[in-house]
């Protein structure tokens, strides 16, 4: 299995050059940060960090400008330290909190995690954090706040002015994730009426001109008389000088057909060839890193010599708190961990120690079509951005080596410059609802960092109209739109979920709701598909796999939750535990909306029923004659198969709705459950009329 490199002569270059309008600060010690915490060896590796010879310069932006950018590359700081700066410059006081951002949950565990250990207190106490169905502050107490940027937003339904924050530092603003682009357009609105409010806007990379263009308004603010002058309304821009060593660049000199099976040649490669430093692999999605870490495990017991000293390790959003350590924690003498990843690790993570970065030149990507109205993840190829961001990672602690399993024609020619904002990839049907509890009725005419396409806003009204949530003047029904806003979960789940409570089912489709929450209950890997597959029958329902969901729940609460039943029958016993977690969170939610927790029994009828109440637009008909198991979608006509992981696949029935779609080599309906097409135009007769009699004839 050879694979032929050929040395690179790019560097990265991790830290785009400023110029006109930016303000620059030369880099001065600080002198003020005092090492009352008594933990020196921490409080050494604080001031080692890029950032710390900003300290004064921060402080001094955050003070006099209301919005303040701050670039700096990956592990330079910005996330760690920049909120205990202000803490310790007094924007804690009064009990007020500093809250900061993260589009991802994994991350803001890590990191909150990180500061409580860099502060010596506990998690929960002065440093805590909030992602959804988790909530780990103590009001009070926290000073420091970690947050997804989706649970800020929530916020903002309780608090509209977000009063309880003196600052808000929205991180990793270049991921443009659709919370985030929310987020900005909703704080730029909350500035004017909050002078005393500072906005941080951070990341590795950015536009930081665009960004700073989207923050500067145009009228000044004017000081009233006896009012103190408030913050400089134009945005600061600072940009962190980084350190990154050099990385030598590898490609491939030809194209790999299978970039698991590449990426774990390589890494036995490196361990073979290379001397000791951890190794990071970027894939995709648990599947394919579980596939590669099984791969390596193989390899490990059928050749020793090749694999001996090394740590495999997993890293991706839903992983337990326990593994998330292992990730962070030092390798031990002599061993050689490897991390495989999602592209959490690419810039929200900072993972020290690692040499070597293998790069599949993918991710899992979401992508919307407003003509088809079809929103799937796909594994699509990154951009450069993301690719220079990925070999930046291997030079943290001395010269690096990145391996890229693309070639170098690839990467200059096909790739492209950036990615594009989720905003403008995505069914904005969450967007446009949350948009609407705060208020803002004026969608189209919202101030956006990145417009999203008036076609996918359109479509996203449609079916909100459909679902009986936005009434005909695009207001939010009462009680169900609100309602609806009030559960944080897809618009179709809540819906699903406020259907049951008429249909009798609550129950039922509480457990339903809780497993769509949370990525797999099943445990993937290659080689298990069998087994897998076997235990998948003892538990599969004719009805669908929402089904089956209930009878795994049913048959893990009678197994007293135990781990050993889930390692039995190839259950997630991690997902299970959440799943009763968030099913309890959900419970209570629904009982404060006054809906009356209630089984159907066994009436499964009623269960599919909720379930095409919420879904009825992810409707689609097996073709006739179709011996290969395709569907069409009803609207749009769109071909679609069942996932194989699903317990109708091969079975095939004529009518089904499912919960989302994947894309391969075809697009894949994941979570189906069959249905009688008659529900569809009692559920949804607006949104049908068009296809009536053409669709639903026999
Ligand atoms: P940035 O946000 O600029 O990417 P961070 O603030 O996340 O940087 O990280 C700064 C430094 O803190 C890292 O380079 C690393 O040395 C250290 N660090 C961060 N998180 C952890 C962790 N979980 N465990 C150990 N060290 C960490
Ligand atoms: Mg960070």
Redesign the pocket.
Known sequence: MAQFWKPGTEKPRLVDDEEGGVLFFSASASSSSSSRFGYASIEK?RQR?P?YKYRTAILYLVENHATTIIV??????????IPQYLKEAGWAEGGRVIACTQPRRLAVQ??S??VA?EMGVTLGEEVGYTIRFEDLTNSGTTMIKFLTDGVLLREMMDDPLLTKYSVVMV?EAHERSISTDILLGLLKKIQRRRPDLRLII?S?TIEAKSMSAFFQTSKRRRALEGEELGPRMDPAILS?EGRGFHVQIHFVEEPVQDYVQAAVSTVLLIHDQEPMGDILVFLTGQDDIDAAIHLLNEEAQTNRKHSSGLILLPLYSGLPRAEQELV?SPTPRGKRKVVISTNIAE????L?GIVYLVDSGFSKQKFYNPISDIENLVVAPISKASARQRAGRAG?VRPGKCYRLYTEEYFSKEMSAEGIPEMQRSNLVSCVIQLKALGIDNILGFDWPASPSPEAMIRALEILYSLGILDDDAKLTSPAGFQVAEIPLEPMISKMILSSNELGCSEEILTIAAVLSVQSIWVYGRGVHRELDEAKLRFAAAEGDHVTFLNVYKGFLQSGKSSQWCHKNHVNYHAMKKVVEIREQLRRIAQRLGIVVKSCERDMQVVRKAVTAGFFANACRLEAFSHSGMYKTVRGSHEVYIHPSSVLFRVNPKWVVYHSLVSTDRQYMRNVISIDPSWLIEAAPHFYQHHGQNSFGK
Do not use: I, M
């Open positions: 590796q960090l950032v700096g590359e990956t592990g330079s700081g910005k996330t760690t330290q890590a990191v995690a990180r250990e991180d951070s590795a962190v962070f810039t929200s993570l900072t020290e943290r």
